[in-house]
């Protein structure tokens, strides 16, 4: 019985690099994101920080971002189906209904951490790129998960915008558009 308690720990892989720094945001397909919002910020007293949608220049989806504490949450709607991200939401709607779509990652280095994740056996789905606004650069890299979901690896250390590029800041006092809960 002492043999068990007596083995050696387990070692750490020799190379300590360290491709994941933490949870970036869930994002969630949701039909009317100005409900989702309404119901959010009054009935779970959630912070909106940031949104996207036709009227700052994305003509295909609508998207509130809440912030508590160190959470993000994005609910994102489809407002016309043009390309890849307005039919990514309009395709988890069709088959599986409200969730989770994404879970987004931090990374230091997005190059780095996709490499890493697909030498290793990740399905990649979307190699890195850069989202550039005046705030500075995303970097954006997208591998698939056993669900649903995806993961989306995100380097932010080079951008001091309030999300991603084509999100605006919410000022504090702002809410998002009162709706009624009920159709």
């Given at each position: 019985?002492?043999?068990?308690?007596?083995?050696?720990?387990?070692?750490?892989?020799?190379?300590?690099?360290?491709?994941?720094?933490?949870?970036?945001?869930?994002?969630?397909?949701?039909?009317?994101?100005?409900?989702?919002?309404?119901?959010?910020?009054?009935?779970?007293?959630?912070?909106?920080?940031?949104?996207?949608?036709?009227?700052?220049?994305?003509?295909?989806?609508?998207?509130?971002?809440?912030?508590?504490?160190?959470?993000?949450?994005?609910?994102?709607?489809?407002?016309?189906v043009l390309t890849g991200h307005g039919r990514l939401i309009a395709d988890h709607?069709?088959?599986?209904?409200?969730?989770?779509?994404?879970?987004?990652?931090?990374?230091?280095?997005?190059?780095?951490?996709?490499?890493?994740?697909?030498?290793?056996?990740?399905?990649?789905?979307?190699?890195?790129?850069?989202?550039?606004?005046?705030?500075?650069?995303?970097?954006?890299?997208?591998?698939?998960?056993?669900?649903?979901?995806?993961?989306?690896?995100?380097?932010?250390?080079?951008?001091?915008?309030?999300?991603?590029?084509?999100?605006?800041?919410?000022?504090?006092?702002?809410?998002?558009?009162?709706?009624?809960?009920?159709?």
């Amino acid at each position: 019985m002492t043999e068990i308690f007596a083995a050696p720990l387990a070692q750490e892989p020799a190379d300590d690099f360290r491709p994941i720094t933490g949870p970036d945001a869930v994002v969630l397909a949701v039909h009317d994101a100005r409900k989702a919002a309404h119901y959010y910020s009054a009935t779970l007293a959630m912070r909106c920080t940031a949104y996207s949608g036709p009227e700052n220049g994305n003509p295909e989806t609508r998207a509130y971002v809440f912030e508590t504490g160190p959470a993000r949450y994005v609910l994102t709607s489809v407002v016309q189906v043009l390309t890849g991200h307005g039919r990514l939401i309009a395709d988890h709607l069709a088959r599986h209904g409200e969730g989770i779509v994404d879970l987004s990652l931090r990374v230091p280095d997005a190059y780095a951490a996709f490499d890493y994740a697909v030498d290793r056996g990740a399905t990649a789905l979307t190699e890195p790129y850069e989202l550039t606004d005046p705030n500075g650069t995303v970097v954006l890299a997208v591998i698939a998960t056993a669900g649903a979901a995806r993961h989306t690896l995100v380097d932010r250390t080079g951008y001091g915008g309030p999300y991603l590029p084509g999100f605006t800041r919410v000022p504090d006092r702002v809410r998002p558009p009162t709706t009624s809960l009920h159709p």
